[in-house]
């Protein structure tokens, strides 16, 4: 698996949430069957790899225990493997993680970063498996309390860095960690639109980075109908993979989308194309130096 966070083209993890509340597909998957065909549905639209989740992270929700999550995410976990499917469990508690990761999962994607439950670097560390770190400052249900910062690029930038620090000081691989982050997580829309717009300097952490910008809610406040009302979960999708397509010609080395044929389209465009890489204002005022100086 390591392959995978080495892989050179962009990589599409498509969002199988597995729980009744979440914000854009909770409820829809709660069954078994339909969680399963939904996975395997996401994989022959193109997804590289499907996130399972069995706990809503939308902004407010109540977190639920752990045996109710692993249960949620166990069955689905186990058939989705057998099927043939490369499988990330979404989870911040180091129990779910080991045991999505005894019953076939592939890669633990940790919103908290480590931060949530103490025992995840181990379980990650024993593992070898790839371990997506988010950035996060908190649990859903003040989350939004914590969205102040003095630059939100440096700070989180400079967060995510001390969770790297974190995890390899425990002896996590630095060739499997990913960071993410983690837009709508103790952010507003501006705070989302300016590490969008400043990408490279999260990259310049030297990680692979993983955006996931999927229906969120600052998409549907951008796409405001004329009475000012944001555009409904179901109306973001455009703008979805629009938003992967900056962020991967931007040098992100993936997406989590939960509609994967929209996103890969886009991103199928991008690759006919010759890859385009988008100029960063960094790099034109670069330039601009360099005329200056001769
Ligand atoms: N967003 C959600 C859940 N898990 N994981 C990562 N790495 N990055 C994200 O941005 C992220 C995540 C919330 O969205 P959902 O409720 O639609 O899954």
């Not at 639209?45 to 407010?60: C, K, M, N, Y």
């Not at 939004?144 to 700070?155: C, G, I, M, P």
């Not at 406040?221 to 009302?229: C, F, M, T």
Request: proline fraction near 4%; hydrophobic fraction near 45%; glycine fraction near 10%.
């Amino acid at each position: 698996m390591t392959d995978l966070v080495r892989a050179q083209a962009p990589v599409v993890m498509g969002v199988l949430n597995v729980t009744p509340d979440s914000f854009s597909d909770g409820g829809r998957y709660a069954d078994l069957d339909a969680a399963v065909a939904h996975g395997v549905r996401l994989v022959s639209d193109g997804a590289h790899l499907v996130d399972v989740g069995g706990e809503s992270t939308r902004p407010g929700a109540d977190r639920v225990d752990a045996q109710t999550e692993a249960a949620r995410v166990l069955p689905v976990i186990r058939e989705l493997v057998a099927a043939g499917v490369v499988v990330s469990i979404d989870t911040s508690r180091a129990r779910v993680a080991e045991a999505a990761l005894a019953a076939g999962a592939a890669v633990v994607n940790d919103v908290s970063g480590g931060l949530a439950d103490p025992d995840m670097s181990r379980v990650v560390r024993d593992a070898g498996c790839p371990w997506v770190l988010m950035h996060w400052r908190g649990h859903s249900r003040g989350m939004r309390e914590f969205a102040h910062y003095t630059d939100v690029v440096t700070d989180v930038r400079d967060e995510l860095a001390q969770r790297v620090d974190a995890a390899l000081a425990i002896g996590v691989a630095a060739a499997r960690i990913v960071v993410d982050p983690g837009l709508g997580f103790a952010k507003t829309a501006e705070h989302n639109w300016q590490l969008t717009a400043r990408l490279p300097e999260l990259l310049a952490l030297g990680f692979p980075l993983l955006f996931g910008a999927s229906r969120k809610s600052y998409l549907g406040r951008l796409l405001v109908d004329p009475d000012g009302a944001p555009r409904p979960t179901a109306g973001r999708e455009t703008a979805t993979a629009a938003t992967s397509l900056l962020a991967v010609a931007a040098g992100a080395w993936g997406v989590r989308v939960h509609d994967v044929l929209g996103t890969a389209d886009a991103l199928a465009v991008w690759r006919a194309s010759g890859r385009p890489r988008l100029a960063t204002d960094r790099a034109g005022l670069h330039e601009d130096d360099t005329e200056g100086d001769r």
